[in-house]
T-cell receptor, first 118, second 115 residues
Framework: DTGVSQDPRHKITKRGQNVTFRCDPI?????LYWYRQTLGQGPEFLTY????????KSRLLSDRFSAERPKGSFSTLEIQRTEQGDSAMYLC????????????????FGAGSRLTVL | AQKVTQAQTEISVVEKEDVTLDCVYE???????LFWYKQPPSGELVFLIR??????QNEISGRYSWNFQKSTSSFNFTITASQVVDSAVYFC????????????FGQGTRLTINP
């Protein structure tokens, strides 16, 4: 198992363009998360999937952002009409759902996709 | 709402010194989890420890130790005999016990270990 993979690692785009990031989680993990990290800050939660269902979205996820996980495996995060404020590292993480008694699962993070909007 | 505060933005020490990274959290939940993650220059967050709110025992793993005190809502991390390879940004995080279990991160402490 090679861990969580993200592609591309770096993306530079002009304002107004659309960008798409891909995340391949650990194969046996059924939960997938997207976080955003700006310079000097901790990661902030964006959205979460359990299998193919998107169960929660943060208010940070404006209508220009859309995430999918069509077959419950890889996920894509698309940003339409990018703005300079979208410049950040987009982190994907995955985990397996444990039983209700055992509680919180540990997230395994990918190396991130760094977006620069000019 | 949940919140994590890491008041130390940057710490710089000389190799072999001990260093403690502070973490203070806020939550209304009675059941929750606390985490520490390390982010080296490569960018990938590396899991270090998870602690649930019912387990206040301190933990030691090699040169790393964690002190969880519910009375002060703190979960501090100490590195003993620091090494240059410990240089990274360290994040403390909090999650709810049920549901999405999304992490709420502090802003991180950049630790530099000088040779």
């Amino acid at each position: 198992d090679t861990g969580v993979s993200q592609d591309p690692r770096h993306k530079i785009t002009k304002r107004g363009q659309n960008v798409t990031f891909r995340c391949d989680p650990i194969s046996e993990h059924n939960r997938l998360y997207w976080y955003r990290q700006t310079l000097g800050q901790g990661p902030e939660f964006l959205t979460y999937f359990q299998n193919e269902a998107q169960l929660e979205k943060s208010r940070l996820l404006s209508d220009r952002f859309s995430a999918e996980r069509p077959k419950g495996s890889f996920s894509t995060l698309e940003i339409q009409r990018t703005e300079q404020g979208d410049s950040a590292m987009y982190l994907c993480a995955s985990s397996s759902k444990r039983g209700a008694i055992s509680g919180a699962n540990v997230l395994t993070f990918g190396a991130g996709s760094r977006l620069t909007v000019l | 709402a949940q919140k994590v505060t890491q008041a130390q933005t940057e710490i710089s020490v000389v190799e072999k010194e001990d260093v403690t990274l502070d973490c203070v959290y806020e939550t209304r939940d009675t059941t929750y989890y606390l985490f520490w993650y390390k982010q080296p220059p490569s960018g990938e967050l590396v899991f270090l420890i998870r602690r649930n709110s019912f387990d206040e025992q301190n933990e030691i793993s090699g040169r790393y130790s964690w002190n969880f005190q519910k009375s002060t809502s703190s979960f501090n991390f100490t590195i003993t005999a620091s090494q240059v390879v410990d240089s990274a940004v360290y994040f403390c995080a909090l999650s709810e016990a049920w549901g999405a279990q999304k992490l709420v991160f502090g802003q991180g402490t950049r630790l530099t270990i000088n040779p």
